[in-house]
């Protein structure tokens, strides 16, 4: 974190006006602000998903149930990681 | 080396105004409901003693995916009466999401959040109001907030937490999931078919055939918001039909 926050802080520090200084710092921050999000997510779905298809291998005709709560296990992990774009997109543009 | 910059988020996300604040989103809304109402304005002509064919099998195929797919998956039986809402809710939503891959419209509706968050804001009243008629308003709160099986000193604890997730969170994340899931795929067409107009167009004459990596990912990524444009339709009707049983029905 201390690495991440001294990258901000020259990137802040190469530009002079005040205003400048917080736009670059913010879309510095904003790319760091989503791959931090797409960690947990990713190994989130990646397990869910795994688990998902093994559950289905094993019992073929229990694939439709199985589906369905994998697509709001999906929905539900991913949130975290869409929640991590919108912050993405308010750092970058708002 | 060449000439690329990203255009402005007002660039790719809102157009010139048509009239007053009337744009392209709210033409696709529009053109969504229109075209949702004739498809079954049309499939109910049809006579239903003989077998459906043309737009009354398109109909009939997708009340049968909401009904097999969402409602008997979630709710069972007795949710059937919400096939109608689910549909609607459905259909919508993915005639929003679908404009994002047609070219010359290329803009998913649902990819500003007005739309996505009235839709939640919709969904909450709509469950929330069918927990409380089943259940009476004491009824419905208490198989909210106090959810049994719990030992009774946690519910210091418990009672805050399904509060913030069961009544705050599940509109925000509704909406912003559908969002979010837009706005992403819009953004990431936009980057890909910006680099490969830029390669095609650039000055050095080498970098012109390595254009045609970035268009492969772009046709690629097409081919990818398609199944984005029905998930995110499939799976915000999933959660509505699953917030609906669960206030419906509570656990017991």
Redesign the interface.
């Known amino acids: 974190m201390e690495a991440l926050a001294k990258i901000v802080a020259k990137a802040a520090e190469a530009a002079v006006d005040p205003a400048d200084a917080k736009n670059t710092a913010a879309a510095g921050s904003a790319g760091y602000a989503y791959g931090l999000a797409t960690l947990g997510p990713g190994l989130g779905i990646g397990f869910l998903v795994g688990k998902s298809v093994e559950a289905m291998a094993r019992q073929p005709e229990a694939a439709g149930m199985v589906r369905t709560t994998m697509f709001l296990g999906i929905a539900f992990t991913e949130a975290l990681a869409l929640i991590g774009f919108v912050v993405f997109i308010l750092l970058k543009f708002a | 080396m060449i000439a690329l910059e990203f255009p402005?988020?007002n660039a790719i996300l809102r157009w010139k105004e048509l009239f007053g604040s009337f744009n392209k989103i709210s033409l696709i809304a529009i053109a969504a409901m229109l075209i949702g109402m004739t498809i079954f304005l049309l499939a109910s002509k049809q006579d239903h003693r003989t077998a459906p064919r043309g737009v009354r099998n398109l109909a009939e195929s997708t009340v049968d995916f909401i009904e097999n797919?969402v409602v008997m998956?979630?709710m069972g039986r007795d949710g059937l009466g919400w096939t109608p809402f689910l549909l609607s809710l459905f259909l919508f939503i993915y005639l929003c999401n679908v404009p994002g891959i047609i070219p010359f419209l290329q803009m998913p509706a649902t990819a500003r959040m007005a739309l996505p968050a009235a839709l939640a804001l919709m969904v909450w009243f709509v469950y929330n109001g069918a927990g409380i008629k089943h259940q009476g308003f004491g009824g419905y709160m208490k198989s909210v907030l106090f959810p049994p099986g719990v030992p009774k000193a946690l519910y210091i604890l418990i009672t805050p937490i399904e509060f913030i997730s069961a009544i705050i969170v599940r509109p925000f994340?509704l909406a912003?999931?559908l969002?979010?899931?837009m706005?992403?795929g819009h953004i990431l067409l936009v980057t890909f078919a910006l680099l490969s107009e830029a390669l095609f167009q650039a000055k050095d004459k080498i970098l012109i055939p390595f254009g045609i990596l970035p268009f492969f990912m772009l046709v690629f990524l097409t081919g990818f918001e398609v199944l984005v444009a029905f998930?995110q339709a499939?799976?915000f009707v999933?959660?509505t039909a699953?917030y609906i049983g669960g206030a419906v029905h509570p656990e017991h």
């Open positions: 402005p988020i797919g998956q979630t994340s912003v999931r969002f979010a899931n706005l992403a998930l499939y799976i999933i959660l699953v």
